[in-house]
């Protein structure tokens, strides 16, 4: 059973990386007509520097499911892999540097809580995303308020990465930029 679902993960992992492939062509701006007298222009921008604590269930799926949409929208990823697997995230990091900037993908490994710890309270990271235990989670929030990091939390409860929406879904993309809105005034 065991290759079976290794065999799926990596089936997974992909396609996962083709979806975002795909979708980082569809970034950027868009202009809105809103009932104000002017359109409005929306802005995706990069956060800066994503922090991502992976969870241990799917370690090869969630670390790609989370790994492309924030390289997608522009940010430079510093990641925790499982702590199950952690060479798994190793490996397709070692894979993938030829194509990226160094310093743009970063894997720290080792113990969780102490990184998280350290990710939370950095005051040059931008955003952090925390899968883990509940207790992990409040935590975060907490240690994050003191520079005003951005916070995407699961408060411990599991998430389904082999299916699309919760794997490959709008909230990873919600979470892995900011939206700027412009309006530009016109007369009457």
């Not at 892999?81 to 995230?89: D, R, T, Y």
Request: aromatic share 6%.
């Amino acid at each position: 059973a065991a290759p079976t679902v290794a065999k799926i993960e990596v089936e997974l992992s992909v396609r996962r990386l083709q979806t975002w492939g795909t979708r980082v062509q569809d970034q950027g701006q868009t202009l809105q007509v809103t009932g104000l007298r002017g359109p409005v222009l929306r802005l995706r921008e990069p956060l800066g520097v994503l922090a991502v604590v992976c969870p241990d269930e799917w370690p090869l799926l969630a670390f790609v499911s989370l790994l492309a949409p924030a390289l997608a929208h522009g940010n430079a990823v510093v990641l925790v892999p499982s702590g199950a697997c952690p060479l798994l995230a190793l490996e397709v990091c070692q894979d993938i540097a030829p194509l990226f900037p160094a310093g743009l993908v970063s894997v720290v490994t080792g113990d969780r809580d102490h990184l998280t710890r350290c990710l939370a309270l950095h005051q040059d990271v931008q955003a952090l995303w925390y899968f883990g235990s509940a207790q992990g989670s409040q935590f975060v929030e907490w240690a994050s308020a003191g520079n005003l990091k951005s916070v995407w939390v699961n408060r411990g409860f599991p998430r389904a990465w082999d299916v699309e929406v919760q794997g490959a879904g709008q909230e990873l993309s919600l979470h892995a930029a900011r939206t700027k809105a412009l309006w530009l005034p016109m007369g009457d």
